[in-house]
């Protein structure tokens, strides 16, 4: 069992927005500013999109934003294209000292 | 721009020690700058923190893993490795090296590694 929660699917339209949502505790997700939210396609790597709730690294489409309330911790995909159909995972820094993953959402662009 | 390759068993008998070893390039295992980084990722399922080590020896492990696991540096080959004791089928599973997207920050990982996949059957 993961330590953040996160719905299994999530799916929409081309051009649609979407929103994945990611459930903590005070201990995590509403400790800290310290959510992250990763892309990981089929095969491959997990990669980083939202740092710091709100931040993209250098390279990121704007089309993905961050947001946090309380212990709940959101991504959302604006204009949804083809190529963002792909495994999301939040994660949070820990008031242990450590890393929480959520169990990841499955994107689906119908 | 440091690039990251895991190397190691892909079976590994129950009860015994899984060893996987993170080779660098691109960079140096003693720059103070990074965090040294196993995640893991069992099949269909989602992702799991497992701890690093910094240059100095200093470590950080997942609670959860912390009885079985080990991360260790060799500079003079300029990797870092993993070990965990005691397998079970529950550590079957892709195991990903990384290291910190940015500096200080060790919880953002920037996985440059392929990910290596270990099984555990006898």
């Known amino acids: 069992q993961s330590a953040l929660t996160q719905p299994a699917s999530v799916s929409g339209s081309p051009g649609q927005s979407i929103t994945i949502s990611c459930t903590g505790t005070?201990?995590?997700?509403?400790?800290?500013?310290?959510v992250s939210w990763y892309q990981q396609h089929p095969g491959k790597a997990p990669k980083l999109i939202i740092y710091?709730?709100?931040n993209r690294p250098s390279g990121v489409s704007n089309r993905f934003s961050g947001s946090k309330s309380g212990n709940t911790a959101s991504l959302t995909i604006s204009g949804l294209q083809a190529e963002d159909e792909a495994d999301y995972y939040c994660?949070?820094?820990?008031?242990?000292?450590?890393?929480?993953f959520g169990g990841g959402t499955k994107v689906t662009v119908l | 721009q440091v690039q990251l390759q895991e190397s190691g068993p892909g079976l590994v008998k129950p009860s015994e020690t899984l060893s996987l070893t993170c080779t660098v390039s691109g960079g140096s295992v003693n720059s103070g700058s990074y965090y040294w980084s196993w995640i893991r990722q069992p099949p269909g399922k989602g992702l799991e923190w497992i701890g690093y080590?910094?240059?100095?020896?200093?470590?950080n492990y997942n609670p959860s893993l912390k009885s079985r696991v080990t991360i260790s540096v060799d500079t003079s080959r300029n990797q870092f490795s993993l070990k965990v004791n005691s397998v079970t089928a529950a550590d079957t599973a892709v195991y990903y090296c990384?290291?910190?997207?940015?500096?200080?920050?060790?919880?953002?990982?920037?996985?440059r590694g392929k990910g290596t996949t270990v099984t555990v059957s006898s």
């Open positions: 005070s201990s995590d997700v509403g400790g800290y500013n310290y």
């Open positions: 990384a290291t910190n997207k940015y500096t200080y920050y060790y919880y953002y990982l920037d996985v």
């Open positions: 994660s949070s820094y820990t008031g242990s000292n450590t890393v929480a």
């Open positions: 080590i910094q240059y100095s020896g200093s470590t």
């Open positions: 710091d709730v709100i």
